[in-house]
């Protein structure tokens, strides 16, 4: 297969760097719609199997090749759904479209985490500890406590990193995202 015009053999350094950067994503998806994490690895596995089989594929990018990929991964959520017959009350088509609309919302949830995930890791350790005892719902005295620091320190710090993640990532997307995403950690 061919990435941003590299030739990439399924046995190669870089075809594993892509498994090992992409299979997470698949995984993970896979285990929410399914809510198994057994078969979401199966599936994921089983993407990639595919992926290996269609050695002629030409992606522009690593991102089209994720994409390539989040397609495999729904199609065959979507056909393990049918075998299990867990869409009822509906029929199949109706069925379907809530499937697809459901691994549309977590393709979006995950995405967004990465890249939440990807600007907390560029903040200083302790603004990096800070921001990550927030979202899993620590209060400012509940940080001090656990990180043995004043209550304003914990502000400050604060303060400064979500500064820093409106500059990484947009004041928008980081008001939606903290909003949103503290139950997700």
């Known amino acids: 297969m061919k990435v941003s015009g ?13 498994f090992e950067r992409l299979f ?8 929410r719609i399914l809510k198994s ?3 979401g690895k199966d599936i994921a596995q089983e993407a990639f199997v595919k992926l290996w089989q269609k050695d002629t594929e030409d992606f522009t990018s690593e991102k089209a090749l994720q994409a390539y990929l989040y397609v495999l991964v ?14 009822s009350n509906t029929s ?3 069925g379907l479209t809530i499937a697809q609309k459901s691994f549309l919302n977590e393709i979006l949830r995950e995405e967004t985490y990465k890249l939440l995930h990807n600007a907390i890791k560029e903040l200083s350790p302790q603004a990096e500890r800070v921001v ?6 620590y209060r400012n005295q ?18 400064r990193a979500y500064n820093r993640l409106r500059e990484l990532l947009g004041s928008q997307f980081v008001a939606i995202v903290l909003g949103n995403f503290i139950q997700f950690f």
């Open 24 to 31: 997470p994503s698949m995984y993970i998806l896979a285990s």
């Open 92 to 94: 199949l088509d109706e």
């Open 37 to 39: 994490e057994e078969k």
């Open 132 to 137: 990550m005892l927030t979202l899993e719902g």
């Open 142 to 159: 509940d940080i001090a406590t656990e990180l043995e620091i004043t209550i304003n320190s914990v502000k400050t710090v604060k303060k």
């Open 74 to 87: 729904k199609n065959a959520c979507i056909s393990q759904l049918r075998k299990e017959k867990k869409i």
């Open 6 to 18: 590299k030739t990439i053999q399924y046995n190669s350094k870089e075809f594993k760097a892509i």
